[in-house]
């Protein structure tokens, strides 16, 4: 970790204005490089250090107290999103293209997307309009392969400024909703992204003894990568994942989401550290802060993933943000749940005192 | 080009059985390298040094090849089998395989299987024209591994045979060691073992190693066969530059320069983006803190079966690619 720049105490920063902001800097998975940046200025303003890593994880870092056995903690909020890739040009100019992360292909016809060719090209994923199609076909689901970005543009020229490779991202800016939700694409993860920007101000609020590090991780939602080296190359005493969760919709199980209104989600289950997760709760519980709980019966989706095995084992707990409508242009959060969350992870750390080390031995 | 291709194709080494196949790479590249290690993988290691001012530098293939394992000898003398690597039913049945001890065999399957979309391997058989088990067990024990026979043949200034994937990538990177005239990096060439089985060799190499740079030369897969799924890479149109796989997303930097040096020497190249499959790149790039990692891959029709296909231009653009990579400053 090479720390290079000293910071300043800046303007603060709305947690809304701040993911208004970043969901619309493209950051598809392996591309971050635009992102990690805003993060970084953000980050400046609110810690004592601030650097950036050769895959573009961010790390923020902020160091208190007196005490001389203080605990190295590790958040991490993924800063990668889901989104598409260049794979072919057609005759036409049509552009063939495959997915990074999980993208839903039922939810692709008629999107709007932006092209990061030789410069930023505004497109359409475009559909068969219903008077053309044949009898029968508005009846099955078009397959991936079959549908085409177009840019208006002539085959030449779309040859001239896109190339196979060139990342795609869909266009969404953060709307606000009714009752202080918001949607728009990429909150998973961004939003908790603002998660940690919540707990950086409260720390500033209180005492902690502890060496925390921010890390905005890459490279999630194509299997866990950047949380993969960060955790190595931090080798933290505890880990901290926040992520996204399923908010509860009609027409998912119950057992498997989260209400909307009740808090963020402290996860259980063993992927997390059993000791450090009922630390967590008890905090929770004596600051009468609201919590919902999540059970996670293996290995979760999440960065805890990686993190509770990187080098010889990192104690890890996971927070998470509900949210409805996962991995589609129209992820649905209530704000209120990140600056709660921001609340009870920050309130954890400064729970850590001498002796901490037993909250980890079993 | 084509003798090196013959001598790496036609000899046997399925991952986690690749004394052999390491013997001969290492016979044929040590008089032109520093240094060689085998570390306990069985990686083989040459390292060639730079002249001091550039970046370490880690250029795996991977040498072993998939194969057939056998699991069980039946009273008959039947070999029943199970797949090390990506074996399929359908570029296996009523080919040829051949044992380390030059045993060799054919493949089929259950005579009563009338659809063919019902052969599994588990009801597929080698026979190696024993009579019985007592005769069967004299040739081949349980866990001996067989690979598909397949002698090397030219065809149009294509060279179609088993074993391709990876020897291909193995021929390129000997091409390149012998090549290299004014190395400016530290070039730690590494022949990996068990990249078939989940890159499994890179990834303890990468770790003793712990180079700036990671490059892995591979083959890939082509779209330009009849029906093919889109692919917007051609057999004959250049050693093609990853964008991403299964299991990488390559540096975009690394990327980049890959380009560069291709246009710097002006050849021919093709941009890859693999829906599917992995590569060792996938393992070096997530070693210790990260190391941005990309690749070079070889054009390859008809991937894991025993007539893989690919271009003699391409393999040698692609040295000339790797060589010329390797003789100028890494920026990164």
Same mark, same amino acid.
């Given at each position: 970790?090479?720390?290079?720049? =000293?910071?300043?105490? =800046?303007?603060?920063?709305?947690?809304?204005? %701040?993911?208004?902001?970043?969901?619309?800097?493209?950051?598809?998975?392996?591309?971050? @490089?635009?992102?990690?940046?805003?993060?970084?200025?953000?980050?400046?303003?609110?810690? /004592?250090?601030?650097?950036?890593?050769?895959?573009?994880?961010?790390?923020?870092?902020?160091?208190? =107290?007196?005490?001389?056995?203080?605990?190295?903690?590790?958040?991490?909020?993924?800063?990668?999103?889901?989104?598409?890739?260049?794979? /072919? #040009?057609?005759? @036409?100019?049509?552009?063939?293209?495959?997915?990074?992360?999980?993208? /839903?292909?039922?939810?692709?016809?008629?999107?709007?997307?932006?092209?990061?060719?030789?410069?930023?090209?505004?497109?359409?994923?475009?559909?068969?309009?219903?008077?053309?199609?044949?009898?029968?076909?508005?009846?099955?689901?078009?397959?991936?392969?079959?549908?085409?970005?177009?840019?208006?543009?002539?085959?030449?020229?779309?040859?001239?400024?896109?190339?196979?490779?060139?990342? #795609?991202?869909?266009?969404?800016?953060?709307?606000?909703?009714?009752?202080?939700?918001?949607?728009?694409?990429?909150?998973?993860?961004?939003?908790?992204?603002?998660?940690?920007?919540?707990?950086?101000?409260?720390?500033?609020?209180?005492?902690?003894?502890?060496?925390?590090? %921010?890390?905005?991780?890459?490279?999630?939602?194509?299997?866990?990568?950047?949380?993969?080296?960060?955790?190595?190359?931090?080798?933290?005493?505890?880990?901290?994942?926040?992520?996204?969760?399923?908010?509860?919709?009609?027409?998912?199980?119950?057992?498997?989401?989260?209400?909307?209104?009740?808090?963020?989600?402290?996860?259980?289950?063993?992927?997390?550290?059993?000791?450090?997760?009922?630390?967590?709760?008890?905090?929770?519980?004596?600051?009468?802060?609201?919590?919902?709980?999540?059970?996670?019966?293996?290995?979760?989706?999440?960065?805890?993933?990686?993190?509770? #095995?990187?080098?010889?084992?990192?104690?890890?707990?996971?927070?998470?943000?509900?949210?409805?409508?996962?991995?589609?242009?129209?992820?649905?959060?209530?704000?209120?749940?990140?600056?709660?969350?921001?609340?009870?992870?920050?309130? %954890?750390?400064?729970?850590?005192?001498?002796?901490?080390?037993?909250?980890?031995?079993? | 080009?084509?003798?090196?291709?013959?001598?790496?194709?036609?000899?046997?080494?399925?991952?986690?059985?690749?004394?052999?196949?390491?013997?001969?790479?290492?016979?044929?590249?040590?008089?032109?390298?520093?240094?060689?290690?085998?570390?306990?993988?069985?990686?083989?290691?040459?390292?060639?040094? *730079?002249?001091?001012?550039?970046?370490?530098?880690?250029?795996?293939?991977?040498?072993?090849?998939?194969?057939?394992?056998?699991?069980?000898?039946?009273?008959?003398?039947?070999?029943? $089998?199970?797949?090390?690597?990506?074996?399929?039913?359908?570029?296996?049945?009523?080919?040829?395989?051949? $044992?380390?001890?030059? &045993?060799?065999?054919?493949?089929?399957?259950?005579?009563?299987?009338?659809?063919?979309?019902?052969?599994?391997?588990?009801?597929?058989?080698?026979?190696?024209?024993?009579?019985?088990?007592?005769?069967?067990?004299?040739?081949?024990?349980?866990?001996?591994?067989?690979?598909?026979?397949?002698?090397?043949?030219?065809?149009?200034?294509?060279?179609?045979?088993?074993?391709?994937?990876?020897?291909?990538?193995?021929?390129?990177?000997?091409?390149?060691?012998?090549?290299?005239?004014?190395?400016?990096?530290?070039?730690?060439?590494? $022949?990996?073992?068990?990249?078939?089985?989940?890159?499994?060799?890179?990834?303890?190499?990468?770790?003793?190693?712990? +180079?700036?740079?990671? &490059?892995?030369?591979?083959?890939?897969?082509?779209?330009?066969?009849?029906?093919?799924?889109?692919?917007?890479?051609? !057999?004959?149109?250049?050693?093609?530059?990853?964008?991403?796989?299964?299991?990488?997303?390559?540096? +975009?930097?690394?990327?980049?320069?890959?380009?560069?040096?291709?246009?710097?020497?002006?050849?021919?190249?093709?941009?890859?983006?693999?829906?599917?499959? *992995?590569?060792?790149?996938?393992?070096?790039?997530?070693?210790?803190?990260?190391?941005?990692?990309?690749?070079?891959?070889?054009?390859?029709?008809?991937?894991?079966?025993?007539?893989?296909?690919?271009?003699?231009?391409? !393999?040698?653009?692609?040295?000339?690619?790797?060589?010329?990579?390797?003789?100028?400053?890494?920026?990164?």
């Amino acid at each position: 970790m090479n720390f290079k720049y =000293g910071c300043e105490e =800046g303007d603060s920063v709305e947690s809304k204005d %701040f993911l208004a902001r970043l969901i619309d800097i493209p950051g598809v998975s392996g591309y971050e @490089k635009e992102v990690s940046k805003e993060v970084s200025e953000v980050f400046k303003g609110y810690c /004592d250090d601030v650097c950036i890593d050769d895959f573009y994880n961010v790390y923020g870092r902020k160091t208190r =107290g007196t005490i001389e056995d203080k605990p190295k903690i590790m958040l991490a909020a993924h800063i990668d999103e889901i989104g598409l890739m260049v794979k /072919d #040009i057609d005759d @036409k100019g049509f552009i063939k293209f495959t997915t990074i992360g999980g993208v /839903d292909q039922r939810i692709l016809l008629s999107q709007e997307v932006i092209v990061y060719g030789r410069e930023p090209l505004f497109g359409v994923i475009g559909a068969k309009p219903p008077h053309l199609q044949e009898r029968g076909e508005r009846g099955t689901a078009v397959k991936i392969e079959d549908m085409t970005i177009d840019l208006g543009l002539p085959p030449q020229k779309v040859k001239e400024l896109v190339r196979v490779g060139d990342i #795609i991202t869909f266009k969404s800016p953060l709307v606000s909703m009714q009752n202080n939700f918001v949607n728009g694409k990429s909150l998973d993860d961004r939003a908790s992204v603002a998660v940690m920007l919540e707990t950086m101000k409260e720390l500033d609020k209180l005492n902690f003894n502890a060496d925390v590090f %921010f890390v905005a991780t890459v490279q999630e939602e194509v299997g866990v990568r950047g949380a993969t080296i960060s955790t190595y190359g931090v080798n933290p005493d505890i880990g901290v994942a926040i992520d996204v969760t399923h908010g509860d919709t009609p027409d998912s199980p119950k057992e498997e989401t989260n209400e909307m209104n009740k808090g963020p989600v402290i996860c259980i289950g063993p992927n997390l550290h059993p000791k450090l997760s009922q630390q967590l709760i008890d905090v929770a519980e004596d600051y009468s802060l609201q919590y919902q709980l999540e059970v996670a019966p293996g290995p979760t989706g999440t960065d805890a993933r990686a993190m509770q #095995i990187i080098r010889d084992g990192i104690p890890t707990l996971l927070m998470e943000i509900p949210l409805r409508y996962m991995h589609t242009t129209v992820e649905t959060l209530n704000m209120d749940n990140i600056e709660k969350a921001g609340r009870i992870i920050a309130f %954890f750390i400064a729970s850590m005192e001498e002796g901490w080390r037993e909250w980890l031995s079993y | 080009m084509k003798d090196l291709l013959k001598k790496l194709t036609e000899t046997y080494g399925p991952s986690g059985n690749e004394e052999e196949i390491r013997r001969v790479i290492e016979e044929e590249m040590h008089e032109y390298v520093d240094e060689i290690d085998i570390d306990v993988m069985g990686n083989l290691i040459a390292y060639k040094k *730079g002249n001091g001012q550039g970046k370490k530098v880690m250029l795996s293939a991977h040498m072993d090849q998939i194969g057939l394992i056998v699991t069980h000898i039946d009273d008959n003398g039947f070999l029943r $089998f199970s797949n090390v690597g990506g074996i399929s039913v359908l570029n296996t049945i009523n080919g040829r395989v051949i $044992f380390k001890n030059g &045993i060799m065999g054919t493949v089929s399957y259950e005579e009563e299987i009338e659809n063919i979309k019902d052969i599994k391997l588990n009801r597929m058989y080698i026979d190696i024209g024993a009579s019985d088990r007592e005769e069967a067990t004299e040739k081949v024990s349980i866990g001996d591994v067989a690979v598909y026979y397949s002698p090397l043949a030219e065809s149009n200034g294509r060279y179609i045979g088993g074993a391709m994937d990876n020897r291909a990538g193995c021929a390129l990177l000997i091409k390149t060691i012998k090549e290299l005239k004014d190395c400016k990096n530290d070039a730690y060439f590494v $022949f990996t073992v068990q990249e078939e089985v989940g890159l499994r060799g890179a990834k303890t190499s990468a770790y003793a190693i712990n +180079p700036d740079v990671g &490059i892995a030369v591979d083959v890939t897969s082509t779209g330009d066969t009849p029906k093919a799924r889109t692919m917007a890479v051609k !057999l004959g149109a250049g050693p093609a530059i990853k964008v991403k796989d299964g299991s990488v997303i390559c540096h +975009p930097k690394v990327k980049d320069l890959m380009i560069d040096r291709a246009e710097d020497i002006d050849i021919p190249y093709q941009i890859e983006v693999l829906e599917w499959g *992995g590569t060792d790149a996938g393992a070096i790039h997530l070693t210790r803190e990260g190391i941005p990692s990309g690749a070079v891959s070889i054009p390859c029709r008809y991937v894991h079966s025993a007539n893989e296909m690919v271009d003699e231009k391409d !393999l040698e653009n692609g040295v000339k690619l790797l060589v010329k990579i390797l003789e100028n400053e890494i920026e990164l």
